[in-house]
C-alpha cells in the first residue's frame, strides 16, 4: 500500500482540453488516474494506437483531481467515479467519491459531482450489477476508526448521494504496525452481483455481504460472513474468474496469491502460491492481478524491491496456477496494470519512478516480450480504456 501525504484539496471543476495529435492513427482513448502530490494534475485522457502500443505523449484532455487513484466506469462507459485519496490522520477532511460525465462521441470528461467517502485513504471502488451504488474502500491509516467500507447511492445521471452505510471490521493486530485497525483494500462484487467481498488488510480476512439493491441499506452478512486467511498476510485485491467458478487473490504482507474455489458466497482456498523468487534476498509484496481477456492466464503485480510482473497459465478445469514467467516492470512500485482492448500489449503504472511502461505480449503463450515504450508520467496509478467512438 502506498499512501499519499498531503491534505486534501476540493476538487477542482477546471477542465483543460488539448488537442489531440494524429486522431486518425489513435484508435482508442485512455484515461490515467494519478496521485496529485507532485506534477500532477489529476485524470489524463491520451489516445492510444492499438496496432503499435504507443500512447500519444500530448494529452487529449487533463481533468482536474486530487488523487484520483482509482477508476471505475459504468458498463456504457458514459460514467467516471474516481476516489480521491487524502493523507492520512486529517480530523477536519475525509476522503472524497468523484462522478464524471463521459461524452459518447468525443470522451470529453466533465464533472458531476463529489461527496465525503467517510473515511480517510479511499484506495478503490466499484459499481455493483445494477449500478445503484458505488462501493468504495477507504484504506484508511490510523487505527481509529480505522478502514471503512462505504456505500454511495448513485443515480441515472451519475449523481453521487450521501454515504448510505458502512461497515468496519475487527483487526488481527498480528503485525504491530500495519494491522492495529481495519484497512479495506478493495471491495468486489461476485459475478452474479448477488454478493460483495470486501478485502480487509488489517483484519486478514475476507468479508462476504449478501447484496439487495432495493433497499436503502443493501448489505447484509452473508450466512459465510468471512474468509479466514493466514495470519499476517495482509489481503489485498480479489479477482474472480471469466467463469465465476474461482477467484483469486493478492496477500499483500505475505507476497502470495491464493486460489479459491467459489460458488454462491462460499469461498474454499485450494493454493496458496509465494511470488518471492527464493534464489533472490530482496523485498516483495504483492500488489495488483488481472486475467488475460481469455481467462487463460493470471498476472500479478510482485511489488517491493522486486517490481515484476509474475505470469501464470490458469487449468481451465480446476482453476490452479502454474507459474510461465517473471517479468521486470522496469521501473518502481507498479501500482496498476491493465491490458489493452486487443490483448496484445500491457501497461504498467509505475508511480515511483514516475513512468507508463508499455510491454508487448503474446496472446497465444501469455508471455511478456518486449518494452514497447516509456512514458514519463508523474506517479501514475490507474488505467481505463474507453472504447472506440
Known sequence: ????????????????????????????????????????????????????????????????????????????????????????????????????????????????????????????????????????????????????????????????????????????????????????????PTPDGKYLIASDLGADKLFVFSYDGKQAKPLQPASTPSVDLPPGSGPRHLLFSNNGKHAYLTLEMAAQVAVFDYHNGVFKRTQLLDLADKSVQQRNGAGGLHSSPDGKFLYVANRGDANQLVVFSIDSATGQLKEIQRRSVEGKEPREFRFDPSGKFVLIANQKSNQIVTVRRDPKTGMLGDTVQKMDVDSPSDFKFLTKK
Not at 488539448?18 to 489516445?47: F, N
Not at 467516471?80 to 470529453?108: R, W, Y
Not at 468496519?168 to 504491530?176: E, K, L, N, R, Y
Open 1 to 188: 500500500m502506498t499512501h499519499s501525504f498531503l491534505p486534501w484539496l476540493l476538487m477542482a471543476s477546471a477542465i483543460t482540453v488539448i488537442p489531440a495529435q494524429a486522431q486518425t492513427m489513435t484508435d482508442y482513448d485512455l484515461l490515467v488516474g494519478t496521485y496529485t502530490q507532485g506534477k500532477s494534475e489529476g485524470i489524463y485522457r491520451y489516445g492510444f494506437n492499438e496496432k503499435t502500443g504507443q500512447i500519444d505523449p500530448t494529452p487529449r484532455q487533463v481533468i482536474k483531481s486530487e488523487n484520483p487513484s482509482w477508476l471505475t466506469l459504468s458498463k456504457d462507459q458514459h460514467l467516471l467515479f474516481v476516489v480521491n485519496e487524502n493523507g492520512p490522520g486529517q480530523t477536519d477532511v475525509v476522503g472524497k467519491v468523484s462522478s464524471f460525465a463521459i461524452n459518447g462521441k468525443t470522451h470529453e470528461v466533465t464533472p458531476i459531482n463529489q461527496v465525503d467517502s467517510k473515511g480517510d485513504e479511499p484506495t478503490h471502488s466499484s459499481l455493483s450489477a445494477d449500478e445503484r451504488f458505488l462501493f468504495v474502500a477507504n484504506y484508511a491509516v490510523q487505527p481509529d476508526p480505522g478502514g471503512v467500507l462505504a456505500v454511495v447511492p448513485v443515480d441515472k445521471h451519475g449523481k453521487l448521494s450521501d454515504v448510505a452505510q458502512t461497515s468496519t471490521h475487527p483487526a488481527s493486530h498480528v503485525d504491530p504496525e500495519r494491522q492495529v485497525s481495519s484497512h479495506v483494500h478493495s471491495a468486489v
